[in-house]
Each structure stands twice: as C-alpha cells, then as structure tokens.
C-alpha cells in the first residue's frame, strides 16, 4: 500500500477512535447527569417535594407504603421496614425478604434508625398513611433527619387506586400501576354496590377480636376498620378510638352485653402455635357464653403474607375487602374467593400458590357456604 494512502488509513483510524471516546464520554456524562437532575413534584399531601429525575431505591416509613411499592416495583425497595414471620416469606418473592432490615415509624414506638437507613442509600422515602398536619410535621422531621426528600401517599381504602397511580407516575411505570390502580377501583365499586342493595335490617353486627385474648378492639371511624365499614358491616363494639396503634381493652361483660352476631379474630401468632389468639378463644369457658361463639360464627382473619383488614393497613385490604363482603353477605355478593385469591396473589404479590397454600392461608376464615 502506497505511504500516502497508510497514513490516510492511520489519521482515519485516530478520528474514528476519538469519536468514539467523545461519544462515550458524552452519553456517560448525561447519564450522570440525569442522575444527579432532580425535578419537583407535588405529592398527594400538595406539598412540593424535589425528586432526583431517576428513582432507583426507595425507602417506606412504614409497612404500608412497603407493600404499595413490593405490589408495583418491589426491585426498588432499599430494605425492609418490619421483620416478616418465616410463614409471610414463603409467599414472597425471595429478593425482597432477604433484604436488610431498616426499621421505620409506625405501631408501638417504633423509630427509625436514620443511620441505618442513609446507609441503604435510597433516593426517596415514602411515607403512605393520612394527609393530615401531624403526619406532614412528621414528615417533615424525618426530611431532617435523613436528608434525604420525603414523598407522602394518601394510605386510605378509597385513594389506593389513586395511591398508585401517583406512584406509578412517580417511578415512571403508569402500565403497571394502572393494571393494579384498576383492579382496587373495580374491587371497592363492585363492594359498595352490593351492599348498597343490602336493608339495614340484614346489616351483621361484628365484634373485632384483637390482642391474645381478644380482649382489644377498635371502633367505627378508626382507621383499622376501614374494611368493615366498606363491607357493610356493624361494629359492636362502643368504646372510644385510640389514635395511632388503636386496640382499646374491653371485657367479656361488654361482648356480652353488646351481642355480635358474628365474631372476626385479628390472627396473633404470640399465643399458641398456629392458630394463636383464634383456638384460645374458640376453646375459651369464658368466651362459651357469647351466641356467636356457641352458633360457630367466628373467623380466623387471613393474615398471610399480610393480614386482610389491617393491622398494616395497606393494599392487602382489598382482597379482604372481598373476602368479608363475601362471608357477610354470600347472596348479595357472590364470588369464588379461592379463585379470587389466586388471582390477587399472582397480580399483587407475584406469586402462584399452591392448593396447600390456599388452604393455609384461608384456614379458619370461611363458613360452609363460602367453601
């Protein structure tokens, strides 16, 4: 090859090569660049909040938001809010429960540990549950404390829809967030449209059995009863609504006096092993002189990955949103709850149970009709 024609060659190979390592250099320079962005967003509080442009971790205050965002983008979760029973991992997808354990603000005195969690180094916190001024002054210390921007989401039953909507326009995945968004909005409409058919007459009269003896409850207008009210149920139970954590203590005198018709046992696994809180007071003397009790109308609560009402109050609701209007009012709403658990578990929880696993999550929770 002619001399010319080789250094032609070279000097095109050198432009070639430093093109290349411009172009590197640029598209590694915006991206860095869309990650250090930020944008300001108004959240469902409409307080103006800025947000990196790219959120790739994110960190929960408490269960409730954790298992909005485990439902829709649970590869963003920094780490977990609570320790979760080995009974709850095994419905979970394995990436999730073995992340670290972070803590959070929620329940009995539960607080954060702000080094722990700047360390997990998420983009956002997340702090799902009311919009009222305690919770923004709450919000507003944690921002303080972390350093890091806190976002609000609006945690009651009839927003989830909207919940996640926001959320899924947030993150930048409105196809998904749609599909879940969807089917709450549907679940709730479906609910309030059968029991709108439903007479106060036939209106069941429930006592909520919390605590190891069943001895706490917590009345209508309290947030852990969301799903009752919805359901169209009637709360026995007159006792005033503690704030926050909520379970007033009542005594077997008042259920007496008050007579539920039916009795829903919110699951403590700290009693006896497996079934807890609900065989003590199914078994219970004292508990015999109680109609529901001695008619057979109580009911373990499906607790498993989550509890279905509460206790977090989150998107685990609406399958017991289903379930409850269902056990209450078989004739007015009709549904197959197994198969409508199946279906929720794999679009939620991205998981396809077994028929043991079935059968485990909903031991105790039907009545002959609904099996």
Same mark, same amino acid.
């Given at each position: 090859m002619p001399r010319h024609m080789e250094d032609e060659m070279s000097s095109f190979k050198n432009q070639r090569s430093i093109r290349i390592a411009i172009f590197i250099s640029i598209a590694y320079l915006?991206?860095?660049?869309?990650?250090?962005?930020?944008? *300001? *967003?108004?959240?469902?509080?409409?307080?103006?909040?800025?947000?990196?442009?790219? &959120?790739?971790?994110?960190?929960?205050?408490?269960?409730?938001?954790?298992?909005?965002l485990y439902t829709l983008a649970p590869e963003k979760i920094a780490g977990m809010t609570w320790t979760l029973d080995n009974e709850a991992k095994k419905l979970l997808l394995p990436e999730y429960v073995k992340k670290p354990v972070l803590g959070?603000?929620?329940?009995?005195?539960? =607080?954060?540990?702000?080094?722990?969690?700047?360390?997990? !180094?998420?983009?956002?916190?997340?702090?799902s549950?009311?919009?009222?001024? =305690?919770?923004?002054?709450?919000a507003r210390r944690i921002e303080e404390k972390l350093g890091i921007p806190v976002v609000m989401v609006n945690g009651e039953l009839d927003s989830i829809d909207q919940a996640y909507r926001f959320m899924g326009s947030l993150f930048g995945i409105e196809e998904r967030a749609d599909t879940l968004a969807d089917y709450c909005s549907n679940a709730i409409s479906e609910v309030k449209k059968a029991v709108w058919n439903i007479p106060l007459t036939q209106r069941?009269?429930?006592?909520?059995?919390?605590?190891?003896?069943?001895?706490?409850?917590?009345?209508?207008?309290?947030? !852990? =009863?969301?799903?009752?009210?919805?359901?169209?149920? &009637?709360n026995a139970a007159d006792v005033p609504i503690i704030s926050g954590y909520g379970r007033a203590t009542v005594s077997f005198e008042q259920i007496l006096l008050w007579q539920p018709q039916i009795i829903l046992v919110c699951l403590d696994r700290g009693y006896a092993q497996g079934t807890g809180n609900y065989a003590r007071i199914i078994s219970g003397k004292s508990w015999s002189t109680i109609d529901a009790i001695r008619k057979g109308k109580v009911y373990q609560i499906p607790s498993l990955p989550f509890n279905w009402v509460d206790r977090p109050p989150s998107v685990n609701r609406i399958i017991g949103l289903k379930w409850l209007t269902n056990l209450l009012y078989p004739n007015f709403y009709k549904i197959n709850i197994k198969e409508e658990t199946c279906r929720f578990y794999e679009l939620f929880y991205h998981r396809k149970i077994t028929g043991d696993e079935l059968d485990n999550i909903l031991l105790n929770a039907l009545s002959k009709i609904n099996k």
């Open positions: 915006s991206l860095y660049a869309d990650v250090n962005k930020t944008r *300001i *967003i108004k959240d469902m509080a409409a307080r103006s909040v800025s947000v990196p442009l790219i &959120i790739n971790t994110v960190y929960s205050t408490s269960p409730m938001g954790e298992i909005m959070g603000w929620f329940g009995k005195n539960t =607080t954060g540990n702000p080094e722990v969690i700047i360390q997990a !180094h998420p983009d956002i916190v997340l702090s549950g009311n919009l009222d001024n =305690t919770d923004m002054s709450a069941v009269r429930y006592y909520y059995a919390e605590g190891l003896n069943g001895l706490e409850t917590d009345p209508d207008g309290s947030q !852990h =009863t969301e799903v009752f009210k919805m359901a169209g149920a &009637i």
